[in-house]
């Protein structure tokens, strides 16, 4: 076997042990902390490749051992988080719950094989994803986890003058019993539609020189980031997993315009005599 790029697998080992210590962390019931573990293993998933160019280790090896990481991370994990925080509901519904992680944890994998076969032929855009990558869904479902656990720990209804503390912790777990299996489903297919695309958001806007301005907006948006995480992290998972679908209805809206226009007239519609 060819040499092995130290520094880069490393990084990419420790995607794996935040998965695995996640995986742990779901077992013994301590699911905010599960969700906090995969969104650091997206850390780490962002800088192994980065890295491995910058000093030149990159291995067929590197690549086939971040796919491992990253089913354990973005495919499991977050499956099993989603599958044992919906034990207690009903009968049916805790079926199709198993049933969507599942789906997910099959659409991360084959989403992961895809994608190693495309970059294997040199067909995958570096600027754009074919599909939802797999951190991305896991960033969204931990996210959810996130938000539930900070409307039911932060969010005093009596204060706010809106909602009580039943109805805080009402919303909280219709969160979690509704909202995670329901975003498990579409994740899981958008992770594996070759009709959607998304932006690779650290090599379109985090990679390069940039000016100024640029530099001090983006940490602006971070210390912004840091003061409201939960509410913010929610949100921008949210807007990054619905542009996906929202930038093909609108090439689908505009198509037939540009079809139209591109047509050439029919010659039977031209008014006698003309050429």
């Avoid at 971040?66 to 925080?85: C, E, H, R, Y």
């Avoid at 938000?147 to 805080?168: A, M, Y």
């Amino acid at each position: 076997m060819k040499p092995m790029g130290m520094i880069p697998s490393l990084i990419t080992l420790g995607n794996a042990v935040c998965g695995f210590t996640a995986i742990y962390e779901i077992a013994h019931g301590r699911y905010h902390q599960a969700a906090w573990l995969i969104l650091l293993a997206m850390v780490f998933d962002a800088f192994d490749g980065k890295v491995a160019r910058m000093t030149k280790q990159t291995s067929d090896f590197g690549a086939q051992l971040d796919s491992l990481s990253d089913a354990i991370s973005f495919g499991v994990a977050p499956a099993i988080l989603v599958a044992l925080m919906n034990q207690p509901s009903p009968g049916i519904w805790s079926k199709a719950t198993w049933f969507f992680c599942l789906l997910y944890v099959l659409s991360a994998i084959l989403r992961l094989a895809r994608y190693n076969v495309e970059a294997k032929r040199g067909t995958a855009e570096p600027d754009t994803f074919t599909g939802l990558p797999s951190p991305a869904a896991a960033g969204m479902i931990s996210a959810i986890v996130i938000l539930s656990r900070f409307i039911t720990d932060k969010i005093e209804g009596p204060q706010l003058g809106l909602l009580t503390d039943v109805e805080v912790h009402h919303l909280s777990n219709l969160i979690v019993s509704v909202g995670l299996p329901a975003a498990a489903l579409t994740l899981g297919y958008l992770m594996v539609s070759s009709r959607v695309k998304y932006v690779h958001v650290f090599n379109r806007y985090l990679s390069g020189k940039r000016p100024f301005h640029y530099f001090t907006g983006l940490i602006f948006f971070v210390v912004l980031v840091a003061a409201v995480r939960e509410i913010a992290l929610f949100l921008g998972f949210l807007a990054y997993v619905s542009h996906g679908p929202i930038s093909l209805l609108i090439r689908e809206i505009r198509q037939p315009k540009a079809d139209m226009k591109a047509a050439p007239a029919d010659p039977s519609t031209r008014p006698p005599g003309s050429a």
